[in-house]
C-alpha cells in the first residue's frame, strides 16, 4: 500500500536531518536601573524596560540630568566602549529628609513582581546574560541588613543568567568586608571597593563605580569576542582615581588589594587598574566571574539552539545524530576560540532507555571547561654554584691559549 497520495510526475522531499549551527547570544547588555527626575516622560515611562545604546545622543538627552545617568551612562562611555543598555527607570523616593528620599527610592527599586515594577521589569526580557548594576542605590546595608536592591535582583539574575556588579560602602575595607558578608553565596555578584574620583566642571566628586566596571566587563568582551575572560588588570577610564588609597606592592601579599581580593572584593590597584576576578560564591568551581558567565553563555546557547528545528520532531536516528553533531561543532569552534579548554559530547545508554524514549524523551551528556584566569603566577627561584663550571672552564681555556701562544 502506498504511503503517500498517487501523483503522476517528480516530486522532491525532504529526507533525513543536518547538524545546524549554534549561535549564542550577545551577553554583554548593561542592566541598569536608572534614576532620571528630569527624565521625557514618553521615552522613558516608569517601570518600564526600554533598550537603547550608550552613545544613542537624542535618547541620551531625552534622559536628563541628575540621579544616577551619568553614574551609568558617562561611566559606560569613559571605557572607550559604546555598550547596549537595558534600562528600568524607577520614581525617585518622596519624604522630608535626603535619608527618607533615599529609602523612598531604594523601595521603588525593589518594586514589585504583582505587577512587573521596579527591577522586576526585567523579568520580561527577552535576552539572556548580561550585566546588572545599579549605582547608588546598591551600597547600603539598611536596618543592619543586606541592600535590599541587591537582595532583589538575586532571583531575576539567576534566571536571567545575568551577573550583578555591586558597590560596597567606600569609607573602609571593615564597611566593605561587612558587606561582603551578606553575600556568603552568591556566584553572580561582583563587588567593588571603594567608590572613585571624578573631575568636572563642577570639580571633584566621588561616584560608585559600578557603571565602570560594568563598562570594563564590556570592553573584553568585544576585545575576545565572548565573556570568557576576566575584566581585570584593565585601566579604569575617567576618574582620577579611588575615592581613598588602596595600597598595592607587587610581589607582596601584604596589602589592602591583597586583603580585599581575599574577600571576593574587585579594587583599584596603582594606575586606576581593576583588580579582582572573583564571585562570591561558596564553590570553589564557581570562584571565577569569568567561568561563571562562561558556562551561562554555553549552556543558553545549546538550550535555544534546537528549539526551533528539533523539538516535536519524531525520534528517529538521523535527528539524534544531527543534534549530537551540532554539539560536537559548536563545542569544537568554543575550544578554538579559546573559550573552553575542552568539550565533549556523548549519548547516555542507560540514560535512554525505551520507556523514556517512548514518552517523547531524548537524553545527551555534555561537558564543558572554561579557563580560570591566571591570578597566582608563582616562580620557584633556587642557587646552582655548578654554574661556575662556566668560569672555571673559561679561565683554563684562556690560560691554554696563552701558552699556546707563548
Keep these: 500500500m502506498p504511503t503517500t497520495v498517487p501523483f503522476h510526475g517528480t516530486r522532491v522531499f525532504r529526507a533525513g536531518e543536518e547538524p545546524r549551527p549554534i549561535s549564542a547570544s550577545d551577553w554583554s547588555t548593561v542592566r541598569a536601573v536608572v534614576v532620571a527626575p528630569a527624565a521625557d516622560e514618553a521615552k522613558f515611562p516608569i517601570d518600564t524596560r526600554i533598550t537603547m545604546f550608550s552613545n544613542d545622543t537624542e535618547m541620551r538627552a531625552a534622559l536628563g540630568v541628575g540621579g544616577n ?40 527599586i525593589v518594586g514589585s513582581g504583582a505587577d512587573n515594577s521596579g527591577v522586576h521589569a526585567f523579568k520580561t526580557s527577552p535576552t539572556s546574560g548580561g550585566i546588572f548594576i545599579c549605582p547608588g542605590y546598591d551600597s547600603q546595608r539598611l536596618a543592619d541588613a543586606k541592600n535590599p536592591v541587591a537582595a532583589e535582583l538575586d532571583g531575576i539574575a539567576r534566571r536571567l543568567r545575568a551577573i550583578k556588579v555591586f558597590n560596597t560602602p567606600a569609607a573602609s575595607k571593615e564597611a566593605a568586608e561587612e558587606y561582603a558578608s551578606d553575600f556568603a553565596d552568591d556566584p553572580r555578584a561582583y563587588l567593588f571597593h571603594p567608590a572613585v574620583k571624578i573631575f568636572t566642571s563642577s570639580g571633584t566628586v566621588v561616584q560608585p563605580a559600578s557603571g565602570r566596571v560594568a563598562g570594563l566587563f564590556v570592553r ?59 564571585t562570591c560564591a561558596a564553590d570553589p568551581l564557581q570562584r571565577f566571574i569569568n567561568v561563571v558567565r562562561t558556562e551561562d553563555y554555553i549552556d543558553d546557547a545549546v538550550i535555544k539552539a534546537f528549539d526551533k528545528w ?39 545508554v542507560d540514560l535512554n532507555t525505551d520507556l523514556s524514549m517512548a514518552s517523547g524523551v531524548l537524553r545527551i551528556e555534555y561537558d564543558r571547561e572554561p579557563a580560570a584566569p591566571l591570578q597566582d603566577l608563582q616562580f620557584g627561584a633556587r642557587r646552582n654554584v655548578a654554574y661556575y663550571a662556566v668560569v672555571r672552564d673559561g679561565i683554563l681555556t684562556a690560560l691554554d691559549r696563552q701558552y699556546i701562544a707563548a
Excluded: C
Design 220 to 278: 573584553r568582551d568585544k576585545e575576545v569576542g565572548g565573556p570568557h575572560e576576566s575584566p581585570s588588570n584593565q585601566t579604569m577610564g575617567g576618574i582620577t582615581g579611588p575615592s581613598r588609597p588602596i595600597s598595592y606592592f607587587t610581589g607582596e601579599p601584604d596589602s589592602e588589594a591583597q586583603y580585599l581580593n581575599n574577600l571576593h572584593i574587585a579594587t583599584l590597584r596603582a594606575g586606576n587598574i581593576l583588580w579582582g576576578n572573583e
Design 310 to 348: 528539533a523539538l516535536d520532531k519524531n525520534l528517529s536516528v538521523p535527528l539524534g545524530v544531527a543534534i549530537m553533531q551540532s554539539l560536537d561543532q559548536f563545542g569544537d569552534e568554543a575550544v578554538a576560540k579559546g573559550m573552553l579548554l575542552g568539550f565533549r559530547a556523548w549519548f547516555e
Design 69 to 108: 545617568v551619568a553614574e551609568v551612562f558617562d561611566a559606560i562611555e569613559d571605557q572607550g566602549v559604546v555598550a547596549e543598555v537595558e534600562l528600568v527607570r524607577v520614581a525617585e523616593g518622596a519624604g522630608q529628609t535626603e535619608a527618607e528620599k533615599l529609602e523612598g527610592t531604594i523601595a521603588n
